[in-house]
């Protein structure tokens, strides 16, 4: 499975970002349970913000992204999408798509083995 992140930029305090993530690979539709994206802001841990289920589009945020950030799917493209609403300076931080097979905690970063290459998103003040 091969994850490619796109979509980051730089914006505004308040303004809004769409994240893309395209997945490849002949397993990937067939087994894919779930996808989620992480961020990991400078100096600080690698953190969950939002999980998918790509069979059932049930969804999962953080706090800190619940009410403003959207997760969604589109499976035909085997694509992830985050869509990033009223951003905040603290949201700046590399963001992360994450795919896994298996059933389990979504939150946790450990139990995804796929990731996607990282795209930055700086929010400015």
């Known amino acids: 499975v091969q994850l490619q992140a796109s979509g980051g930029g730089l914006v505004q305090a308040g303004g809004s970002l769409r994240l893309s993530c395209a997945a490849s690979?002949?397993?990937?539709?067939?087994?894919?349970?779930?996808m989620g994206w992480f961020r990991q802001a400078p100096g600080k841990e690698r953190e969950f913000v939002a999980a998918?289920?790509?069979?059932?589009?049930?969804?999962d945020y953080s706090a800190s992204a619940e009410g403003r950030f959207t997760i969604s799917r589109d499976n035909a493209r085997n694509t992830v999408y985050l869509q990033m609403n009223s951003l905040k300076p603290e949201d700046t931080a590399v963001y992360y798509c994450?795919?896994?097979?298996?059933?389990?905690?979504?939150?946790?970063?450990?139990?995804?083995?796929?990731w996607g290459q990282g795209t930055l998103v700086t929010v400015s003040s």
């Open positions: 994450a795919a896994r097979y298996s059933s389990g905690t979504y939150y946790a970063s450990s139990e995804y083995p796929y």
């Open positions: 998918i289920s790509w069979s059932r589009g049930s969804t």
């Open positions: 690979g002949r397993t990937f539709s067939r087994y894919v349970s779930r």
